[in-house]
């Protein structure tokens, strides 16, 4: 059974987390001469092109929709969100042996490190689609309430990134190729989650195959609310809450029972 201390002394170490997180994003922009204005900057420059290109230059147009901005809408609802779920996990993989140095002082409470990936991500996060969210009110096409339908949604994936990460985070101290190999299934997952297309592209035998993927039901969700302004089939999350409570459980015995041997190994 997962101990509550372990919960309690991350409560402990909060200042060093918040400390952490502001430290990080400070030295991400340090030598840039804009600074902290690139956080605004590049994911409004990727929101900008995704609109020209797909909604002035192509002019394309999503299946059922009547909304010039609609294909941009679905494009950014996807993109931007698994942005966020393979920051998280990508980082989450290697989040113990970039700081290997803290992990052997036996005082600091490890579970530290996955907190401040998650932070790190959710500020990032927060601005862009911040920006996109703006973008939306002033393109007539914000959902309105059912907007906040995204919260729950958030909230579902962000589990899931979170147990996802911790599994790969463990495992790559010891078998250094988890990280690698899980930077190609990555590529693959971002392909066979409807992120740039929508699922009735899909032939219907491929379609089927769709329910064995987690993400494709918390992105479907998004969608749903940001580009057509309706409630999401609540239960296509369903997967993804057992995928990231599993995977969550099973993280956190495997970070507690390795982490005396995780010390060794680094």
């Known amino acids: 059974m997962i101990s509550l201390s372990m919960f309690a002394s991350v409560w402990r170490y909060r200042g060093f987390i918040g400390g ?4 990080e994003f400070q030295i991400k922009y340090r030598n840039s001469l804009l600074g902290a204005a690139w956080t605004i900057l590049s994911p409004l420059s990727m929101i900008l092109v995704y609109t020209m290109i797909f909604s002035q230059v192509m002019g394309t147009r999503l299946p059922g929709t009547s909304s010039t901005f609609a294909y941009s809408i679905y494009l950014c609802a996807g993109v931007l969100t698994w942005g966020l779920f393979a920051e998280i996990t990508t980082r989450s993989q290697t989040v113990f042996l970039e700081n290997a140095s803290l992990i052997k002082k036996l005082q600091f409470p490890r579970l530290c490190l996955p907190v401040i990936v ?4 959710a500020i990032n996060f927060a601005i862009i689609f911040g920006l996109f969210s703006i973008f939306l009110a002033i393109s007539s096409n914000f959902p309105g309430w059912i907007y906040l339908a995204v919260f729950p ?15 790969l985070g ?14 190609i299934l990555l590529q693959f997952w971002f392909w066979f989650t409807p992120v740039v297309y929508p699922v009735a592209a899909l032939p219907p035998g491929v379609r089927e195959w769709l329910v064995w993927n987690p993400m494709a039901g918390v992105i479907g969700a998004y969608q749903s609310i940001l580009v057509h302004a309706q409630a999401p089939d609540w239960s296509s999350l369903i997967p993804a809450i057992l995928v990231g409570v599993a995977c969550c459980a099973i993280g956190l015995q495997l970070f507690r029972k390795r982490a005396g041997e995780m010390v060794d190994e680094l």
């Open 170 to 183: 463990v495992l790559n101290v010891f078998f250094r190729d988890v990280g690698q190999f899980f930077t």
């Open 153 to 167: 949604v958030l909230a579902v994936q962000i589990i899931l990134s979170i147990g996802i990460g911790m599994i």
């Open 118 to 121: 998650v932070l790190n991500a």
């Open 20 to 23: 952490s997180v502001k430290r």
